[in-house]
């Protein structure tokens, strides 16, 4: 076996030790010797009668080719940038050419989807007028009808019944109630408000599809000859509140119905109240707090405000659901003509003198749930009595009504609702 010398040994040690030497960057060494260079060289020469072996360190990760590498690495992402650039916008005058050139009807749908702004963003269904002749089975059950609508049952896919608002072709008028109908309800969600699904704006058919109410109206509900339970009355009279409240002032738009009745007001199938119908309903601007119109409403359910010229606010409003609590308590229209005795012809006349002479138990026939409880009884009427003051600055707002009726608030004797004095039995 080969013995080592001790110059190979030694140059063999100082081979390793100049590897694990950091600022080592070169080494020469021959038979006997080793010298080891650091950063920076000097004295280099080219001598052809020095004999002897140089090795220079290199890093792994090397400056130099870094620097190389990330240069070469910046001209291929250029490359490959402005490639997709290009291709981008060939896509995009294909695209373009496209929908000016090869597709002539884009630009009716553009047009189209402009009329509809509110539609489409209020992700309401465009039903076309074939639909909704088949969904209503070419409008055979008829649920009921207004002044210039008629209501059909029908069914739409997943097996969806829905109620289908035809206004008739009252153009003008009926088309202005079409396009209220749709800015007003499709920016509405509550529980107690009835939801529209769809519409239909095609020719002259004007449609809207609500989703259907199983028990009808509170007026098909409450004027029968079997008194509803009154804890069922009295959660409706909450419900209707509650969405009053919720119009007046939980939208980002102050909305006034104008026409609460029992006819607007439906039942789902728990007999929760949803208020229904807002054809006749007013917008008003973040910064209005009043508007003047013709007169909107129906005969009974009207506030005085509308036949003097007066600003009209939120407040016709509350006169009309004191009209309407009042008939949920008695279970009666406001307005009938058929008793004899003229003084209980007018509902709401009749409940302030009965109040006044302290004969509130008149008002009920046949009521002993009411009858049991009198003193709820009296603070009902006097919600209504303040509701229907003919001097609106003096009703009370939808919230404050519903604070009243959950007990929150209390209620306070109120004064005469007429202004030029009351009408009294004798």
């Given at each position: 076996?080969a013995?080592?010398?001790?110059c190979?040994?030694k140059?063999?040690?100082?081979m ?16 006997s ?16 009668v ?11 990760n ?17 490359i490959?940038?402005?490639v ?11 695209l373009l050419?496209?929908?000016?050139f ?7 749908m ?10 489409v ?10 639909e909704?002749?088949?969904?209503t ?8 009808r ?10 739409i896919?997943?097996m969806v ?6 206004l008739?072709?009252?153009?003008q ?5 079409f396009?209220?109908e ?13 939801r ?12 809207l599809?609500?989703?259907l109410?199983?028990?009808?109206t509170?007026?098909?509900f ?6 509803p339970?009154?804890n069922?009355?009295f959660?409706i009279v ?17 909305i006034?119905?104008?026409d609460?009745k029992?006819?607007n ?12 119908d807002f ?9 209005q707090?009043?508007?003047e119109?013709?007169?909107?409403g129906?005969?009974?359910?009207v506030?005085?405000?509308?036949f003097?010229?007066?600003?009209i606010?939120?407040k ?13 308590i008695?279970?009666?229209k ?12 007018i509902?709401?006349d009749?409940?302030?003198?009965c ?17 049991n ?29 519903l ?10 004797v109120?004064?005469s609702?007429?202004?030029y ?6």
């Amino acid at each position: 076996m080969a013995i080592k010398s001790n110059c190979n040994i030694k140059l063999e040690y100082d081979m390793v030790q100049t590897k694990q030497d950091c600022l080592c960057v070169l080494v020469s060494f021959n038979q006997s010797s080793c010298w080891k260079k650091k950063l920076p060289l000097s004295y280099g020469r080219n001598d052809q009668v020095v004999k002897g072996i140089s090795v220079m360190k290199l890093m792994k990760n090397d400056p130099f080719s870094s620097i190389s590498n990330q240069k070469k690495d910046h001209e291929t992402l250029i490359i490959v940038i402005s490639v997709l650039l290009g291709s981008s916008m060939l896509v995009i005058v294909t695209l373009l050419g496209a929908m000016f050139f090869g597709f002539p009807y884009n630009r009716k749908m553009i047009k189209s989807c402009r009329t509809n702004k509110n539609v489409v963003d209020n992700n309401l269904r465009n039903f076309s007028f074939k639909e909704i002749v088949e969904a209503t089975s070419n409008f055979r059950e008829e649920l009921g009808r207004g002044s210039c609508s008629v209501v059909y049952k029908g069914t739409i896919e997943m097996m969806v019944d829905v109620a289908v608002k035809k206004l008739d072709k009252l153009l003008q008028d009926s088309d202005k109630e079409f396009q209220t109908e749709m800015s007003v309800i499709g920016q509405t969600h509550h529980r107690n408000l009835v939801r529209l699904l769809g519409y239909c704006n095609e020719g002259q058919h004007r449609i809207l599809v609500y989703e259907l109410m199983s028990n009808g109206t509170l007026a098909s509900f409450l004027f029968t000859s079997l008194k509803p339970n009154w804890n069922q009355r009295f959660q409706i009279v909450l419900g209707i509140a509650r969405g009053l409240v919720y119009l007046h002032e939980g939208c980002c738009t102050q909305i006034i119905h104008c026409d609460i009745k029992p006819q607007n007001i439906l039942l789902d199938d728990h007999y929760n109240a949803r208020i229904s119908d807002f054809g006749l309903a007013k917008l008003l601007l973040i910064n209005q707090s009043h508007t003047e119109t013709g007169i909107r409403g129906t005969k009974g359910y009207v506030a005085p405000d509308w036949f003097r010229s007066a600003p009209i606010t939120a407040k016709v409003d509350t006169y009309s659901f004191g009209v309407l609590l009042l008939e949920i308590i008695c279970c009666r229209k406001n307005v009938e003509k058929e008793f004899v005795n003229e003084e209980q012809g007018i509902l709401t006349d009749w409940a302030y003198d009965c109040y006044k002479t302290k004969r509130l138990d008149n008002l009920l026939e046949n009521d002993n749930e009411v009858g049991n409880d009198m003193m709820s009884l009296e603070k009902l009427v006097m919600i209504v009595i303040w509701c229907i003051q003919e001097d609106p600055s003096l009703r009370p707002t939808m919230k404050e009504v519903l604070l009243m009726l959950e007990g929150i608030v209390e209620v306070v004797v109120p004064r005469s609702p007429y202004l030029y004095g009351s009408v009294s039995c004798n």
